[in-house]
């Protein structure tokens, strides 16, 4: 079946794409070869004076290239090839002689977005699902059929590298404001407008386009002096950003500046070479897997498909208006356009985390990201009590107090008396068991986990955790719901600490162990930033709050015994008052709420004195003892699949996602060298590093988690 229809409106063809079987439009091979057909025709049609091209699809303009494409490539000329035969179906659109006009409604991304720029008009609808972008470097990839030509060429080279280098997506009023778009209108008249513009092109020719940005634009993007600044400052804005893991941004650069610098057929080159040699690479691999994975997790709710039945949230009720509570209040009303209502033990508590939660919509407004009366009404589903007033009609309450056995029972008590009988609790708890927590629950088929990670709004994991006695529609309710917010959610066995914080624990164990032993803060935190992960353990520590990882650290002591037992950093901290962040006080100093350098009076109070060590006996005492935690818990299946298993660490903790998480780390380097490198740390620093059981049955087999 052809993926396009084409209807004729007084000479304008208006072609409609609506890829067959297909949630979404993606440029397949099969359609570039459509496409290529499609001109030639519409250029030998004397009928047709102008094209519009329009999606069949909801709400989705063309998603993008065809990303399993990408999996099959095997060689860098492969891969060069693919992109030079999209750079040549793309330019045999920008070269018809009849005006092509892209009318643009919902996603238009990477490849969509580079046939777009070929268009000789682009239009967009107002309406928020309409986004525009360049997502390709968050794949390992760079655009690779022109869009690093013709962006900047349109917009400017600072708005273009903001865009490429970062591949984030503008919505559809900022796209208009950087001249990415023509004209913006209401879906209900797209098509109409769209015609119009085509007959006007064919009849008047293309418009004069005024260049953007103003004095600050004529000097930096239009001069060679000022591009070379420009260029300087991305690029250390780039390894700011990256620390040089990603080759991707760095390669977007270099083919945007040669193509600024000497012309649109050596950018293009350079293009489909960098194109080729990226898309064939491991961190390029690597990041494909990831969004494989994080594709198939929006489709799996943890059961059988067709056992259970979700069931609708409406109304939500949150225990808590902390940092956490208020956090999962602003989210679901933002992304879920719930009625949600918090409580707390008093009304000032609860006036902080309407407000925190409200603070939320009050910077997408500010952002344009929310108009007036969409603010007003979201702001309307916000509501709040000291008691449990409202909450007789909540379909879902989710437990947000603090970290202690006895208060959550508590809180599950006093919600059933007065939730109806087929209301959902959910605990927020981090590291308790579900179980403990319901064992004296009137209706434990309606208890869960829903462990949220901070901050609740910029996190995007989400681990849900049944009991053996969670039935399957209260599971699957909670995985719906999880994933309406905007998070990954993976399920997860009921075991102390789930996944992400069953591995994360011997990790942070093992830098209060490093300070004990005295090496200083700066080198272990900076081992690992260079390891790749976005902040050390020790600032780590201090974000999470001292009080809350010792808290944790008892949980998992208690359970796992001595392999989990904490250094004694944390208990002197908090002998001092210290705890972190919060109250400008921990490992670090504080400065109105920011960080202010290390605070040097910490190893005075931890009675060490500085030793140097080198960094990588540094990262190898943290990393191993993640790794062969994530072995040990994957034996035990605390997650379902090695797939879960590194998207938790990935999006739970910040494991680097150019190493493709814990379980892939082994699978690269060898189980049998894993293994050899615990031995030796055993062999230094003691029986937490004895390797897992696990590990050692897969290097005697040479097995692995992923197949090869």
Known sequence: ???????????????????????????????????????????????????????GKPDSFIAGADIEEFTALTSQDAAERLSFEGQETVSRVETSHKPIVAAIHGACLGGGLEFALACHYRIAT????????????????????????????????????????TGKSERAGKALRLGLVDELVPPSILRRVAVSAAERLASEGLPERTPKGGAPGLLLDRTGLGRRLVYRGARKQVLKRTGGHYPAPLAALEVVRVSLEQGVTAGLAEEHRAFGELAVGDVSRKLVQIFFATTALKKDDGVPPGSATPRQIRRLGIIGSG????????????????????????????????????????????????TRPQYERLSSLLSGSADYSGFQRADLVIEAVFEDLEVKRTVLAEVEAVVRPDAIFATNTSTIPIHRIAEKAQRPERVLGMHFF????????????????????????????GRRMG?????????????????????????????????????????????GFPVGPVALLDEVGLDVADKAGSVMYEAFGERMKPAGALTRMLG????????????????????????????????????????????????????????????????????????????????PAFRGGPLRMIDDLGAGRVVETLYQLQEQFGERFRPAPALLELSRRSGRYYPA
């Not at 901050?455 to 399957?472: C, K, N, Q, W, Y």
């Not at 990588?616 to 879960?644: I, S, W």
């Open 487 to 531: 998070k990954t959610v993976i399920v997860v066995a009921d075991q102390p600490g789930f996944w992400v914080n069953r591995i994360l624990s011997p990790y942070l164990n093992e830098a209060g162990h490093l300070l004990q032993d005295g090496v200083p803060i700066p080198v272990i935190d900076q081992a690992m930033t260079t390891f």
């Open 323 to 370: 940092f956490m509570g208020s956090g999962i209040a602003g989210t679901a009303v933002l992304n879920v356009e719930v009625d949600t209502r918090l409580k707390d033990s008093d009304l000032t508590r609860v006036g902080k985390g309407l407000k925190a939660a409200n603070r939320l919509l009050s910077d997408r407004l500010q952002k344009r990201r929310l």
């Open 576 to 655: 001092a008052t210290r705890l972190g962040r919060k109250n400008g006080r921990g490992f670090y100093k504080y400065r109105e709420g920011h960080k202010a350098g290390v605070d040097s009076s910490v190893y005075p109070l931890l009675g060490v004195k500085k030793v140097e060590t080198h960094s990588d006996l540094v990262q190898r005492r943290l990393v191993y003892a993640m790794l062969n935690e994530a072995a040990m818990a994957c034996a035990e299946k605390v997650v379902r699949t090695p797939r879960d298993a590194d998207i938790g660490a990935i999006f739970g903790i910040g494991f």
């Open 1 to 55: 079946m052809s993926a396009f229809t084409t209807q004729n409106e007084n000479g304008i063809a208006v072609i409609t794409f609506d890829l067959p079987g297909e949630p979404v439009n993606k440029l397949t091979a099969a359609v570039r070869v459509e496409i290529e057909a499609l001109l030639i025709r519409l250029r030998d049609d004397s009928s047709t004076r102008g094209v519009v091209l329009i999606s």
């Open 454 to 481: 901070s901050p609740v709004e910029r996190m995007p994991l989400l681990e849900v955790i049944p009991t053996e006695a969670t039935s399957g529609d209260t599971l699957v309710t909670a995985v719906r719901f």
């Open 126 to 165: 107002d309406h928020p699902k309409t986004q525009l972008g360049l997502p390709e470097v968050q794949l390992g990839l760079i655009p690779g059929a022109g869009g690093c030509q013709r962006l900047p060429r349109l917009i400017g080279v600072r708005a273009a590298l903001d865009m490429i280098l």
